[in-house]
């Protein structure tokens, strides 16, 4: 079966720590990867997004993920994480070029706190 | 601009009334979905459209319809047959499949 895991449900990094979010998918074909923010009471915003080439990925804010296709995972990292980054990841997946159609599958998000 | 737009942000609704809510779009996407989202649950799937005047059913379609009459409109109504809907609603629309989805603003439901 399709699916996502997210296996952080809560996360608190200090202000100018690394971060790194896990992702991983069971997917039957190679997907599409995406990673979005939700600020609490507001809609999703893409931050990156996968879909072929090179497996390291940069985003908006100074994110960037990394597809490991062997250990089926899309990581979200960020060097340096601000007070403002605090809000919900989530990780998605969806069918990648020649695949059947299908809908985006969300994973549960990790919370993201931070200390200053 | 363009993007996605919900209304109300904040409904109210009594127990056994039926209530729509709006998603309009104006990005010329073809499909749009219908997304709920409760604590810890991630979002689940209702129902998406890929073309006007067709529809299918997601994850969690009991107790919730939909139209799609125009390209930019997608309106949900949550029937008395939702046990339990309040919960955020999400609407999302993609240009074509095999992208990324755009996300509104939501609407938070709740019933009194």
């Known amino acids: 079966a399709q699916s996502v895991t997210q296996p952080d449900i809560h996360i608190t990094v200090s202000e100018g720590a690394s971060l790194e979010l896990r992702c991983n998918y069971s997917y039957g074909a190679t997907p599409y990867l995406f990673w979005y923010v939700q600020s609490p009471g507001q809609g999703l915003q893409l931050l990156l997004k996968?879909?072929?080439?090179?497996?390291l990925v940069q985003g908006i804010k100074g994110f960037e993920a990394e597809f490991k296709r062997s250990q089926s995972s899309f990581n979200l990292r960020k060097p340096s994480v601000h007070w403002s980054d605090a809000a919900e990841y989530f990780c998605?997946?969806?069918?990648?070029?020649?695949?059947?159609?299908?809908?985006?599958?969300f994973g549960k998000g990790t919370k993201l706190s931070v200390k200053p | 601009d363009g993007g996605i737009t919900q209304s109300p942000k904040y409904l109210f609704r009594k127990e056994g009334q039926n209530v729509t809510l709006s998603c309009e779009q104006n990005l010329n996407h073809d499909a749009m979905y219908w997304y709920r989202q409760d604590p810890g649950q991630g979002l689940r799937l209702i129902y998406y459209s890929q073309i006007v005047n067709d529809f299918q059913k997601g994850d969690i379609a009991e107790g919730y319809s939909v139209s799609r009459e125009k390209k930019e409109s997608f309106p949900l109504t949550v029937t008395s047959a939702q046990k339990n809907p309040t919960a955020f609603y999400l609407c999302?629309?993609?240009?074509?499949?095999?992208?990324?989805?755009?996300f509104g603003q939501g609407t938070r439901l709740t019933v009194v």
């Open positions: 999302a629309s993609t240009p074509r499949r095999h992208t990324e989805a755009f």
């Open positions: 996968y879909f072929s080439g090179d497996t």
């Open positions: 998605a997946v969806g069918p990648g070029y020649g695949g059947s159609q299908g809908n985006l599958i």
